[in-house]
């Protein structure tokens, strides 16, 4: 396994190599604005799904059948609001961070705002997510091989800092297809190898998946049920624009297209693509409900502990390719999170985009800081506090929500030292009601927490606001 590794990270550093010749700022920040947009696209699909999807999405038809398919539906819906709304707005800009519309718009205070917050929810949710992945890697890697978990997570993040140092953002579009054509064709091995030992052929599969009680997608029956049809395309809609549309690192890739036209075909293509590409994880774990049932193999509890009974009962022949997914999957998406903290550090906090030896130390700078993120997660080494940890890190997302939609709804402009009070108010008084509904009423806020957030950012920049003259 560890040469398949070896062999996967070589043929890394090559395209890197290749792809970062002649690099500068510009190379680094907005890959000189020369990138194939079908790139764009097939690459962002593996950087848009994290080793976290390929553990927990098989899993999910255990309890939830294949319902998650209806968000990724409604992702379709929020990724077309995006390239046709949002995508016109930073290219007429025509700069390098998206946050700096928050400046021409509301001015300089909620620009910085808005740039510290992606800071924090960035660098801490991918470090959790990178995390996970750590541990998945300690176990089946790299701990057999006697490698304290310490040196695990610096030799990975460190493998980060080489190959995109120099390209960043160019690198990543040419890095993240190879990538992202490892993930697929590493989620389709492990799909053949079920097939085959469940003695189906291709046509079989596709049968049995279908006639079996946990694909069912559509929720129409209970609206009070959280994977109700209306609730999820909403639900799904919304977690796009905010997590995709607003995010630098999600659009970092997008904003290096030739022209705002193909950057729209890039946007709805892999749009598109999301939803076939996660039926085939869905269709996975039923595949492996029914081999694990046929085989007499006692069913885990724990949706999450599906993926991993699978690669200690196959072995080798879906262990290989199990953690070649993980890593394509994982460093696809860690590795964009590093350049667009390095860029939104260098461009909007420091106001500095043409200067390459600061550039080159930040970007080294939040290699260091992601490493330490990690081990901290390690050292606290607490489920329920990690959680509540990622809780409050998704709550920095509707500051952000709030904060565009007032620019783009309204004409008015909030008072500079208003904006960061309420961008802090906001998340806590969210996670204040939704502590209270739990405890005082059993009622447990899933999405719409998100859009309450959004709706009191906008409601305090409201109140604190002025007409325009």
């Known amino acids: 396994m560890i040469a398949v590794i070896i062999l996967y990270f070589v043929v890394l550093f090559a395209i890197s190599r290749w792809a970062a010749r002649r690099a500068s700022n510009e190379t680094f920040f907005r890959g000189n604005r020369q990138s194939p947009w079908y790139m764009v696209a097939f690459g962002m699909v593996g950087a848009s799904i994290s080793g976290i999807t390929l553990v927990s999405v098989p899993g999910m038809v255990m309890t939830s059948q294949m319902a998650y398919l209806q968000l990724c539906i409604g992702f379709i819906l929020g990724y077309v609001f995006i390239a046709f709304v949002l995508l016109p707005v930073y290219y007429r800009l025509n700069v390098a961070s998206i946050y700096a519309y928050l400046g021409e718009r509301l001015g300089p205070t909620a620009h910085l705002t808005g ?18 992945v750590c541990l998945v890697l300690q176990q089946f890697v790299f701990g057999p091989m006697g490698w304290p978990f310490w040196l695990t997570a610096v030799a990975l993040v460190l493998l980060i800092w080489l190959y995109t140092r120099r390209g960043g953002i160019r690198t990543l579009v040419f890095t993240d297809t190879f990538q992202t054509f490892c993930l697929l064709a590493a989620l389709l091995l492990i799909i053949f190898m ?5 003695g189906y052929s291709v046509g079989e599969a596709v049968s049995a998946v279908a006639a079996d009680e946990h694909s069912r997608i559509f929720v129409l029956d209970d609206w009070r049920s959280p994977q109700n049809l209306w609730k999820q395309l909403v ?8 997590m995709t549309g607003l995010d630098q690192d999600m659009m970092q890739k997008n904003l290096t297209c030739k022209t705002l036209r193909e950057a729209q075909k890039d946007m709805c293509s892999y749009g598109v693509a999301f939803v076939p590409v996660n039926l085939l994880f ?24 599906l993926m991993p009974l699978a690669v200690e009962h196959f072995g080798m022949w879906v262990g290989v390719p199990f953690v070649i997914g993980i890593v394509a999957a994982s460093f696809s998406s860690a590795d964009s999170a590093l350049t667009s903290l390095t860029t939104i550090f260098c461009v909007d906090i420091c106001r500095r985009q043409d200067d390459e030896r600061l550039r080159k130390y930040v970007h080294l700078g939040m290699c260091g800081v992601f490493v330490g993120f990690i081990l901290a997660f390690r050292i606290l080494n607490n489920t329920s506090l990690i959680d509540a940890i990622y809780t409050l890190v998704g709550y920095t997302y509707g500051p952000l929500l709030g904060l565009f939609a007032f620019g783009l709804l309204t004409k008015r402009r909030p008072r500079g030292s208003w904006v960061p009070v309420v961008c802090v108010a906001s998340p806590l008084l969210c996670y204040a009601l939704s502590t209270i509904a739990k405890q005082q009423f059993d009622y447990q806020f899933g999405y719409e927490l998100l859009l309450m957030n959004g709706l009191l950012t906008f409601i305090g920049c409201l109140a604190g606001s002025a007409r325009p003259r």
């Open 115 to 132: 740039s510290w917050f992606f800071l924090l929810s960035k660098m801490t949710g991918a470090a959790l997510r990178f995390y996970v």
């Open 194 to 198: 079920v097939i085959r030992g469940l």
């Open 235 to 242: 639900s799904g809609a919304f977690i796009v624009i905010v």
């Open 282 to 305: 869905l269709a996975l774990g039923v595949l492996l409900l029914q081999y694990f049932a046929q085989a007499g193999i006692a069913i885990p509890q724990k949706g999450d502990e």
